[in-house]
């Protein structure tokens, strides 16, 4: 069964432009989640979507969005970029949602690099 | 703010040796898994172990909860050259989400041929 795949892997954009980075889940998993990953932050919860439906959101500005398809793929956009935006974008999709706990599988991530 | 913090920052053994990494937290889980993390790529899940569980076992890994003193540890046995990563804890709270996870900094964990 192929992984999680995210696209582009890597992404160089400056300083006001927008970029949108895509997720596709494991065949069969129904939630996805981001997360961002900086050197000073570390690792920091995004957003979670499941049945095309956000159901959790971490501290982050508006400036970061996202939706779900009906084939469970993922895209999250970034608006009027900062520098402080460069990071590593990691999603992970599970099987679903709720109090069960379930194993979240990552995808290689998409480097951003905000110049 | 972080959730789990992980002890050491950084750890550097010989090939053959065990690691122990450990991971302190805030609040109430639901769960906590572990991950690794090789330079800057994404994130391989170890083990899960629920908050009504103690100890798991999973290969050369073993990994204990004290919910009680809201603290976990990772041990790596025997470890090998490969196992050169970043490890980090992530936890699950109790009466959220489970696909929230709050992470650790994590721990480099450094294994000498």
């Known amino acids: 069964k192929a992984g999680v795949t995210q696209t582009p892997r890597y992404l160089i954009k400056t300083r006001g432009q927008q970029v949108t980075l895509s997720c596709s889940p494991i065949s069969g998993h129904r939630s996805v989640s981001w997360y961002q990953q900086t050197p000073g932050q570390g690792l920091q919860f995004l957003f979670e979507?499941?049945?095309?439906?956000?159901?959790n959101k971490g501290n982050f500005p508006g400036r970061f969005s996202g939706r779900q398809f009906s084939n469970s793929r993922s895209e999250m956009n970034v608006s009027t970029l900062e520098l402080g935006d460069s990071a590593l974008y990691l999603c992970?999709?599970?099987?679903?949602?709720?109090?069960?706990?379930?194993?979240?599988?990552f995808g290689p991530g998409t480097r951003l690099l905000v110049l | 703010s972080q959730q789990g913090e992980e002890d050491p920052q950084a750890l550097s053994i010989q090939e053959g040796e065990n690691a122990t990494m450990n991971c302190s937290y805030k609040t109430s889980i639901n769960n906590l898994q572990w991950y690794r993390q090789n330079s800057g790529r994404g994130l391989v899940h170890l083990i899960l172990?629920?908050?009504?569980?103690r100890e798991k076992h999973s290969g050369r890994l073993r990994v204990t909860l004290d919910t009680s003193k809201k603290s976990s540890s990772l041990l790596i046995t025997a470890s090998r050259a490969a196992d050169t990563a970043s490890y980090f804890c992530a936890t699950a709270l109790s009466g959220g989400s489970n696909y929230k996870l709050t992470f650790g900094k994590g721990t480099l964990l450094t294994v000498n041929p």
């Open positions: 992970a999709s599970s099987l679903a949602f709720g109090q069960l706990a379930q194993t979240q599988y």
């Open positions: 979507y499941f049945s095309e439906t956000q159901r």
């Open positions: 172990i629920r908050s009504n569980e």
